[in-house]
DNA sequence: CTCGAATTTAAGTTTGACTTAAACTCATAC
DNA sequence: GTATGAGTTTAAGTCAAACTTAAATTCGAG
């Protein structure tokens, strides 16, 4: 998956732990702790928002794309 | 809701119509269109890869935050 | 060993991404 | 005034998966 979740960084800067930030969006650590790991494959924007408020960021500060050619195929080549 | 979708001035950037975007990545006309209007409330980051890898940009240039006290509230008021 | 933060797995709920299809607007062109 | 092409909208449907709760586990620090 191109897509890279780069939460991590913006929550080092910060100093907050997960757990913090889980508790002040409402969303549970279980799902932060997905989702800051990349094994999430989407987002709401609820939740995208929430963390942006938060963490005082833009999305694209959480979520980073490389490029990868694969990206295009119809069908998804198993890389996990 | 404060994700703006800013993915209309790539396109216009890229002189690329929603159509050929579309096409190229392999999501209805239709979808392209509420995703591009802000219609729907989430993405999946397989669609976010796809437009980064047609539009040759980061997910940063597609979704903006703005800073709006509302997102951390647990139910949403409406506005819509 | 204990405690707190984080991860993982598993099972469940609920939302909504994304589709197809069809009708409609709004241009530009013939 | 009608055809054509891009875009929007609505509506109905499928189905993946976002997100939850709970419990067990790891890991580092005291």
Redesign the pocket.
């Known amino acids: 998956m191109a897509i890279r979740i780069t939460l ?1 960084e913006v ?1 080092a800067a910060r100093q ?7 508790a002040r969006i ?12 990349g ?10 928002a929430k963390l942006c408020n938060v963490l005082d960021c833009q999305p694209g500060e959480l979520i980073a794309y490389s490029f990868d050619p694969a990206d295009l195929e119809t069908s998804e080549s198993g890389d996990d």
């Open positions: 991590d929550l907050m732990t997960a757990k913090q930030v889980a409402g969303v549970s650590e279980t799902h932060l702790s997905l989702f800051r790991t094994k999430v494959r989407g987002v709401r924007f609820s939740t995208l």
